[in-house]
C-alpha cells in the first residue's frame, strides 16, 4: 500500500530528517532532470535552489544531475559531492536530448528518476514527476492551449510517476481534478522556498529612488510575460485608485524584455493616468528587481503562475503586502499573508490598493504575515520535504537482490579471504601464509577453493594450514562461481578475493580495512600490485572502449602493443588513496553488504575467466558504491599475463567471451558512456606507468 503524504503537516519536516538520516546499509542514485537550468522561470528556479539545498543535507543517497551545462549547477549542490552534475548531449533541442537521457539513464540505472513535467517513456526505475505550476496542469484540456502530443505526454508521466510533486496546494488540486483516475495518495503538494537572496535587506526604498528615481508609496505590477488583458485592468484599476484618491503614489510597471514599451503608454494615456504610471525594466531574479519589491507598497498579481508562485514569495520575503484574486490565492501556511480580493475585475483590484494607502495597520499586518511565511518556505525545508518523498519511493520500490545461498550459521569473523587454486598447489603455501601475518588472528577466516581435483591444493592446506576451511570443486569451475562459493562459505563483515599468485606484504590487509572503515561508500578496495621485483603494476584501469579492447584483448596486441597504443587505459600508481573505475581481481576486498546488493560475481555471464571484475566494478558504481586504491597496501603479484605468450589461444577467446557478455549487459558502452559516479570520482589522471598488458 502506498502511504499517503501530508502535506503541510507541522512535523513532517522533522520526521523527514529523523529518517533520511538514519544509516542505510544500501547506497542510492537518484537522477535528476536538471534541464531546466540556465534558462527563465519557476522550473529554473526550482531546480536550481532545490539542487542547492539538497546538496547541503546529510543524505544516504547521491543524485545525478542530468544538465546541457554542468557549469549552471550551482556551486552549493556539489560542494559536499551530494550532486553530481552529468552532461546530456543535444543541447535545447528536445528529440536528441531525450535520446541522450535515455542513453545515460540506461548507464546509470538510477534507483529513481525525478522529472519535470514529463517522464521518459521508457526509463529502468520507478519516477517522480514534478508539475510546477498550474499552466502544466491547464494543458491536460483541450482548452489548455497545449498540443495533443504534449497532452498525452503529460497525463501519461502523471499516471505512471510513483509520486506526483506539486509545489502549492493549488496546482494539486487541479491536477487531481483534471485527471480523475490520480491516487490522491500519490500526489504531494510541496510548497517552493524562497531565496534568502530575495529579503528586504537586499533592496530598500532609498536603492528604488536611486535606481529608477522611484519615491515611497508606489505600487509595483510585474508586468513581464502577462497578457494584454491583464495590464488593462490593473492600469484601468489604477485610474479608479487615482480618480478616488489623487495622490504622488505612482503605479510602477516592471518588464523584463516582453512588451513593447509604447503598449503601456498608450494603455495608460488612453485612461488619462499616464502621469501616474512609471515604467521599468528589471531583470527577473537579480538584485533590482529584488529592490522593485522591497521600495513597493504592495505588489499586484493577477494571478499568480501558481497557487504561491515565485513573486509572490519574493515579494512576501521583502516585506511586501501582495494583492491576488481570492480564486488564485495561496492555501495554507501563506493563506493569511496576502490581500484577497473576489475578483481580479478592476473594481475589486481598485478597492484593495486604497486599503492598502489608507490602513497602516492593515498594511504592517500583511507585512508581518508575509515575512513570517518566508521565514517558514525556505529552500531547504523544500528540499527535506522532497528528499523524503525519494525515501519514501525508494523503501516501496527496492528490489530484491540476489545474493546467493544462505551463509552458513557459523561464528562470524571480520574478514573471510577466498583463494581459488586451479593446479597451483605450489603458489598457495606463501600465499596463505602472507594471510597470517596480517595480524588480524582469529578476525580472519581462509577459504580455499580447490577448482582441480588431484593438484594436491587440498592435501597442503588441511596440512600446512588446519586452520583454513577447504572447499574441494567435483569439476573445474569460473573464476566467478568459485569466488562466489568461497565468500559465501562464511559469516564476515569483509571478503577478500585473492588469486593464489599473490602475497600480500605487511600491512595491507588493515590499510584496505581501514579504508573500507573511512569511506562507508566504499564497497570494492584495490591495494597496489607490484611485480616480484617492487615495480608497480597497472592494477587500476579505466573502462574499455572500443577500440582499446580490440587492440587488447585480439591477436592485434602482438602487433600493436597496448603499452604504446593504448596507454590511457592503464592508470599510474597513486600518490594515496583514490577512486578508480576498476581494478584487477587478483586482489580485492568486498564490503559484505556491497557484496550482497551486487548479488557476487556474475557467474552466469562469465563462465570461464576475465571481465567479471570490470562488470562488478561497473555494477557497483551504477548501485552507489564507490571502487578505491591506495598504496598503503601493497601486494606482490606474480603476473603471468598468460594471453601474451602465443598469438591466439583458449585464453583469448575467454577474452572475447568476457567482453561479448559485457556489451550485452551494458551496451551504452558501445557509446563511450560510463556510469556517471565513476566518470565523476575516478577520473584517474596523472602520470601512466608501464602496464602489464593484460587484463
Known sequence: MIKAAVPNHPSSVARAGIARRASRAVPAIVGFDAAALGREGADATFVAEVLGALGQLDLPFRILAYVTDPDAVPATATEHAAVVPVRIAGGSAFVPRRVALAARLRTDQPSLYQASGVLPRAIPCPGVV?????????????????????????LRSVLRGQRVVT?????????????PSLDPARVVAIPAGVSQRATRETGTAALAHAGHGLGSGYFLFLGGGRSEDEVRRVLEAWALVKAARPGPELLVVAEWPARKASDVDRAAAGLGIGAWVRRVTAAAGEGDHATLLAGARGVVLLPPDDGLGRQAL????????????????????????????????PTSVASALERLLADDGEHARLRAEGLRCARELTWTRTADRLAQVYEDVLAETRPARRVGPTIPRTPPVEVVASIVSTGEADRLRPCVESLAAQGLGPRLRVVVVCNLAGDGSAELVRNAFPDAMVVEQPRPRGFAENHNTGLRIAASEFGLVLNPDVVLEPGCLPALLDLMRARPRCGIAA???VYPDGTPQASARRFPNVAGTLLRRTPLRRILPPARFNRRHYLAAPAGPRPVQWALGACLLFRRTAWQDLGGFDQVAFPHLYVEDIEIAWRAWQRGWE????????????????????????????????????????????LGLRPALADSRAAGGGERCSPDGGE
Open 130 to 154: 514534478v508539475v510546477h505550476d498550474c499552466t502544466l496542469a491547464e494543458c491536460l484540456t483541450p482548452q489548455g492551449g497545449a498540443g495533443a502530443t504534449l497532452r498525452r505526454a503529460v
Open 167 to 179: 509545489t502549492s496546494d493549488r496546482t494539486r488540486d487541479a491536477l487531481l481534478e483534471r485527471v
Open 314 to 345: 519574493e515579494s512576501m520575503a521583502c516585506g511586501t503586502p501582495v494583492v491576488v484574486p481570492s480564486r488564485a490565492a495561496p492555501q495554507g501556511p501563506a493563506s493569511g499573508a496576502v490581500l484577497r480580493v473576489p475578483t481580479a475585475e
Open 527 to 529: 591495494p597496489l600490485l
Open 627 to 670: 571502487v578505491w586504491q591506495t598504496p598503503s597496501a601493497r601486494a606482490r603479484h606474480d603476473h603471468q599475463a598468460a594471453t601474451d605468450g602465443a598469438f591466439f589461444q583458449r585464453r583469448t577467446l575467454w577474452h572475447l567471451q568476457g567482453m561479448r557478455e559485457f556489451v550485452r549487459k551494458h551496451p551504452t558502452v558501445l
